[in-house]
């Protein structure tokens, strides 16, 4: 035999695209060619290759090797083929039998000694190998991420040895499906922990049962980090496809996969220091930001007008469309983003503006330029702009009724999201324009007060969307199938706190 082909894939984006390795032994001069677009780390794979090959005790061939990656237009890169480029010339060169390989892929990089090691993105692999009815081969650190698809087999092998053992069938490598792992708990923080901030508390649960943006606004202490911060144990455990699709995120950066948080919402909170490419993804090949790492769950901007605001613009568009798209010179990646923004603010540099005590010193003219660092169009892309004054030290000793736990206020928030999983198939936050005609519907009250407050506010067309859309929410906690006015009217208010301080930004 002086041909052989081996299946493995290659990762672009969030997409893993079949790889054909073919690997040919001819006659010659001893060359080794590695062609099909390969990047430099899988052209130095020839060197590992080979000395892994020898050190197993494998005559290396002494003719002209050529592997072609196919498709040969898909660039190539990562030791992921390192496996399948070892097992290709061993098939070719006779050395061993390739009859249990004809629908089984292969990953792996090789050490010098022939040992496997973990390769990124196993998960999208394995996703991808799952619909092609394709088994996999991995190696043992990528072995639970690959078996989190419950509809793929999965075998794991710690040597070259042990994969060739398993083509001559002097030991059969085990072949398992993955298993559905059960959902966990949140991080443990309780709502409860948060005293007298009942409209902040209100905004909260607001923003968990309809999926809303939100922004907190108030000086430094007041519980706005606190609040973010148990917003994830507030959400619905994440379905079993949900889950798969932020973990094959975390996969792409080559981060760890925590099983012991599985089915739990991301919650990400980047430092305000963090650029524009740790927020969206770049690079030269292109890696998820913060906001693909956040799918499915909350992104968290503390200081929101301390970041640059270069980096606050980049979010405008993943915010409407759940989806971010890198474009670079040679490639153009897609990564999903459909995040929940929860930002947090003080009302001025120094964060007493408006203190009973008189503790703000800031001159109105710096108070401007701390504002003016937000856009008009990012705020009005903010759901709720909620005000969280500053607390009274004796309320912080006694708990009231109204600081109820976060098991109680997310029972609620579930009853609300099914109520809107049955009506329209999403939450009330991802409504496009003809959902909203269809399903935010209103008293004839409730339509003159959203006119009537359109037309004192100056509000755009966006803003009048995303108040019948948090109106439309408040609805659904309290299990109405419309619209009232005293739904509409807690919407406006959610909109409108936040407005008298940051009337300088809009």
């Given at each position: 035999?002086?041909?052989?082909?081996?299946?493995?894939?290659?990762?672009?984006?969030?997409?893993?695209?079949?790889?054909?390795?073919?690997?040919?032994?001819?006659?010659?001069?001893?060359?080794?060619?590695?062609?099909?677009?390969?990047?430099?780390?899988?052209?130095?794979?020839?060197?590992?290759?080979?000395?892994?090959?020898?050190?197993?005790?494998?005559?290396?061939?002494?003719?002209?090797?050529?592997?072609?990656?196919?498709?040969?237009?898909?660039?190539?890169?990562?030791?992921?083929?390192?496996?399948?480029?070892?097992?290709?010339?061993?098939?070719?060169?006779?050395?061993?039998?390739?009859?249990?390989?004809?629908?089984?892929?292969?990953?792996?990089?090789?050490?010098?000694?022939?040992?496997?090691?973990?390769?990124?993105?196993?998960?999208?692999?394995?996703?991808?190998?799952?619909?092609?009815?394709?088994?996999?081969?991995?190696?043992?650190?990528?072995?639970?991420?690959?078996?989190?698809?419950?509809?793929?087999?999965?075998?794991?092998?710690?040597?070259?040895?042990?994969?060739?053992?398993?083509?001559?069938?002097?030991?059969?490598?085990?072949?398992?499906?993955?298993?559905?792992?059960?959902?966990?708990?949140?991080?443990?923080?309780?709502?409860?922990?948060?005293?007298?901030?009942?409209?902040?508390?209100?905004?909260?649960?607001?923003?968990?049962?309809?999926?809303?943006?939100?922004?907190?606004?108030g000086p430094p202490g007041t519980g706005k980090s606190m609040l973010a911060q148990r917003l994830p144990g507030l959400l619905p455990p994440m379905s079993e496809a949900e889950a798969l699709e932020a973990a094959a995120v975390r996969s792409v950066t080559g981060a760890q996969i925590k099983l012991s948080e599985w089915r739990v919402r991301p919650f990400?909170?980047?430092?305000?220091?963090?650029?524009?490419?740790?927020?969206?993804?770049?690079?030269?090949?292109?890696?998820?930001?913060?906001?693909?790492?956040?799918?499915?769950?909350?992104?968290?901007?503390?200081?929101?007008?301390?970041?640059?605001?270069?980096?606050?613009?980049?979010?405008?568009?993943?915010?409407?469309?759940?989806?971010?798209?890198?474009?670079?010179?040679?490639?153009?990646?897609?990564?999903?983003?459909?995040?929940?923004?929860?930002?947090?603010?003080?009302?001025?540099?120094?964060?007493?503006?408006?203190?009973?005590?008189?503790?703000?010193?800031?001159?109105?003219?710096?108070?401007?330029?701390?504002?003016?660092?937000?856009?008009?169009?990012?705020?009005?892309?903010?759901?709720?702009?909620?005000?969280?004054?500053?607390?009274?030290?004796?309320?912080?000793?006694?708990?009231?009724?109204?600081?109820?736990?976060?098991?109680?206020?997310?029972?609620?928030?579930?009853?609300?999201?099914?109520?809107?999983?049955?009506?329209?198939?999403?939450?009330?936050?991802?409504?496009?324009?003809?959902?909203?005609?269809?399903?935010?519907?209103?008293?004839?009250?409730?339509?003159?007060?959203?006119?009537?407050?359109?037309?004192?506010?100056?509000?755009?067309?966006?803003?009048?969307?995303?108040?019948?859309?948090?109106?439309?929410?408040?609805?659904?906690?309290?299990?109405?199938?419309?619209?009232?006015?005293?739904?509409?009217?807690?919407?406006?208010?959610?909109?409108?706190?936040?407005?008298?301080?940051?009337?300088?930004?809009?």
């Amino acid at each position: 035999m002086a041909m052989a082909t081996v299946l493995s894939r290659a990762q672009h984006g969030m997409e893993a695209p079949q790889v054909q390795v073919e690997v040919d032994v001819g006659s010659g001069l001893p060359t080794f060619a590695i062609v099909g677009l390969p990047e430099a780390v899988v052209k130095e794979s020839k060197d590992r290759v080979r000395a892994a090959v020898v050190n197993c005790n494998f005559e290396w061939p002494s003719g002209r090797i050529t592997v072609n990656l196919s498709p040969a237009d898909l660039p190539k890169e990562g030791g992921r083929f390192d496996l399948p480029i070892a097992l290709g010339i061993l098939l070719a060169s006779g050395q061993v039998p390739g009859a249990n390989f004809d629908r089984c892929e292969l990953y792996g990089e090789l050490s010098l000694s022939g040992e496997l090691r973990p390769v990124r993105g196993a998960l999208l692999a394995a996703l991808a190998a799952s619909r092609a009815d394709h088994a996999m081969i991995v190696p043992p650190a990528n072995a639970a991420e690959a078996g989190l698809v419950t509809r793929c087999s999965v075998a794991t092998a710690n040597h070259l040895l042990e994969v060739a053992a398993h083509a001559t069938g002097a030991q059969r490598l085990s072949f398992a499906h993955g298993t559905m792992l059960a959902s966990k708990s949140a991080n443990g923080l309780d709502l409860s922990e948060v005293r007298s901030q009942p409209l902040a508390r209100r905004a909260l649960e607001i923003a968990a049962a309809g999926q809303h943006s939100l922004l907190l606004i108030g000086p430094p202490g007041t519980g706005k980090s606190m609040l973010a911060q148990r917003l994830p144990g507030l959400l619905p455990p994440m379905s079993e496809a949900e889950a798969l699709e932020a973990a094959a995120v975390r996969s792409v950066t080559g981060a760890q996969i925590k099983l012991s948080e599985w089915r739990v919402r991301p919650f990400r909170s980047p430092h305000h220091t963090a650029s524009a490419v740790a927020l969206v993804g770049g690079g030269q090949h292109p890696r998820p930001g913060e906001i693909s790492l956040a799918h499915h769950g909350v992104l968290f901007l503390d200081e929101l007008p301390e970041f640059g605001r270069r980096v606050l613009e980049v979010l405008r568009e993943p915010l409407e469309t759940g989806v971010i798209t890198v474009s670079r010179a040679a490639r153009q990646a897609e990564f999903p983003a459909n995040f929940q923004l929860i930002a947090a603010m003080n009302p001025c540099p120094c964060g007493y503006l408006g203190d009973p005590q008189g503790r703000c010193k800031c001159a109105m003219e710096k108070v401007e330029r701390y504002r003016a660092r937000l856009s008009g169009p990012l705020l009005d892309r903010l759901d709720m702009h909620v005000e969280v004054p500053r607390v009274p030290i004796e309320a912080m000793r006694a708990k009231t009724s109204e600081d109820e736990s976060t098991a109680i206020v997310a029972a609620r928030v579930l009853r609300a999201r099914e109520r809107q999983n049955a009506r329209q198939g999403t939450t009330n936050a991802r409504l496009t324009n003809s959902g909203i005609e269809q399903h935010c519907r209103m008293t004839r009250q409730g339509v003159i007060l959203l006119e009537r407050a359109a037309t004192a506010l100056g509000l755009s067309a966006r803003a009048h969307h995303r108040i019948l859309k948090v109106a439309r929410t408040i609805a659904d906690l309290a299990a109405a199938d419309t619209i009232a006015p005293e739904h509409v009217s807690e919407a406006i208010t959610l909109r409108r706190l936040g407005r008298g301080r940051l009337s300088g930004a809009a």
